[in-house]
């Protein structure tokens, strides 16, 4: 099927940039109606101070025939999130995919820091907006998704449970954020089962976001060229492939078989057998632990 989530209502919070993004756009183009959420808005910038806003997210949707309805909503304010929920509900009466993707964290991320030195206010500032804002969106979201049996709930974090499982994030406050939101996929997916509904800890492998492009100042067509600074960056990938992801996984009507788990854009690349944008399928997690941590040269032979 060409468009196999027609019919369909997402909702992608935190879709103005990154991964948010990427996945608001496939999920589009495989043919649901998607609401995308942020606080930057034509005029006004979140905390991020970033150019990128909710309504060029959907402008690039309706660019490309799909169908988006942005609303600017602030996901740790509790009313405004319980009004984007009736909205939807009055608009499209149903909630088949909640992908929680708010974050915005990184500009306060001390990196290499312990937690003694790292600045209280921001550490806590970053639990705020990793937690309480996927807490707050699944409190006021969930009740429409399980009106009817198959819905998809898709917690955005940052490495796999296995990766960080045995590798430190470079911040005591990063690190309790990434794995705290695995774990509250695993314990949603608990409380959605019964009412036949899905739960999943989704991530990318080293995304090409608009943020990480400008910090090596290169563009998506010549991105290549800041391997001359981060070799690594050769496994980089851009935000379509985990929306591809988060796309395949609501097509798959038995998507049920997944819940709990912690997945990664290429684990189901490999799984449902679509790529990235050009074609290629870069693994990684798998190139994290078997050429950048050893030392090796790097080469993504293999790996992509």
């Keep these: 099927m060409t468009h196999p989530l027609q019919n369909k209502v997402a909702l992608v919070a935190g879709a103005t940039r990154g991964a948010g993004r990427g996945i608001a756009l496939e999920l589009a183009a495989a043919g649901a109606t998607v609401y995308v959420t942020g606080r930057s808005t034509q005029g006004r910038r979140s905390e991020y101070n970033r150019p990128e806003t909710i309504e060029e997210t959907a402008a690039l949707i309706e660019s490309a025939g799909g169908r988006a309805v942005p609303v600017v909503v602030d996901h740790l304010e509790a009313e405004q999130v319980r009004a984007l929920v009736g909205r939807i509900e009055r608009e499209a009466g149903r909630l088949d995919v909640l992908v929680n993707d708010i974050w915005g964290g990184e500009h306060l991320t001390e990196w290499n820091k312990p937690i003694w030195e790292h600045s209280l206010e921001k550490g806590l500032r970053l639990l705020r907006l990793a937690l309480d804002t996927h807490l707050i969106t699944s409190h006021y979201a969930l ?14 974090t940052d490495g796999t449970a296995e990766y960080n499982a045995t590798h ?10 990434k794995n705290a939101v695995t774990r509250l996929a695993w314990a949603q997916s608990q409380e959605l089962h019964p009412h036949r509904a899905t739960a999943v800890a989704m991530t990318p492998g080293w995304l090409r976001s608009e943020m990480m492009l400008d ?9 290549r060229d800041a391997t001359a600074r981060e070799p690594h960056f050769v496994i980089s990938e851009t935000p379509r492939f985990v929306g591809r992801a988060v796309a395949a996984l609501a097509a798959d009507p038995d998507r049920a078989r997944w819940n709990g788990q912690s997945l990664s854009s290429v684990q189901l690349a490999q799984f449902y057998g679509f790529t990235d944008l050009d074609g290629s399928c870069p693994d990684a997690w798998r190139y994290l632990r078997e050429v950048e941590e050893p030392g090796k040269p790097a080469d993504a032979t293999g790996y992509r």
């Design 215 to 223: 910090l090596f100042g290169v563009q998506e067509a010549n991105w």
């Design 143 to 156: 009740p429409l998704l399980i009106r009817q049996p198959g819905g998809l709930l898709v917690e955005m």
């Design 168 to 177: 430190y994030r470079l911040s005591a406050f990063y690190d309790l954020a």
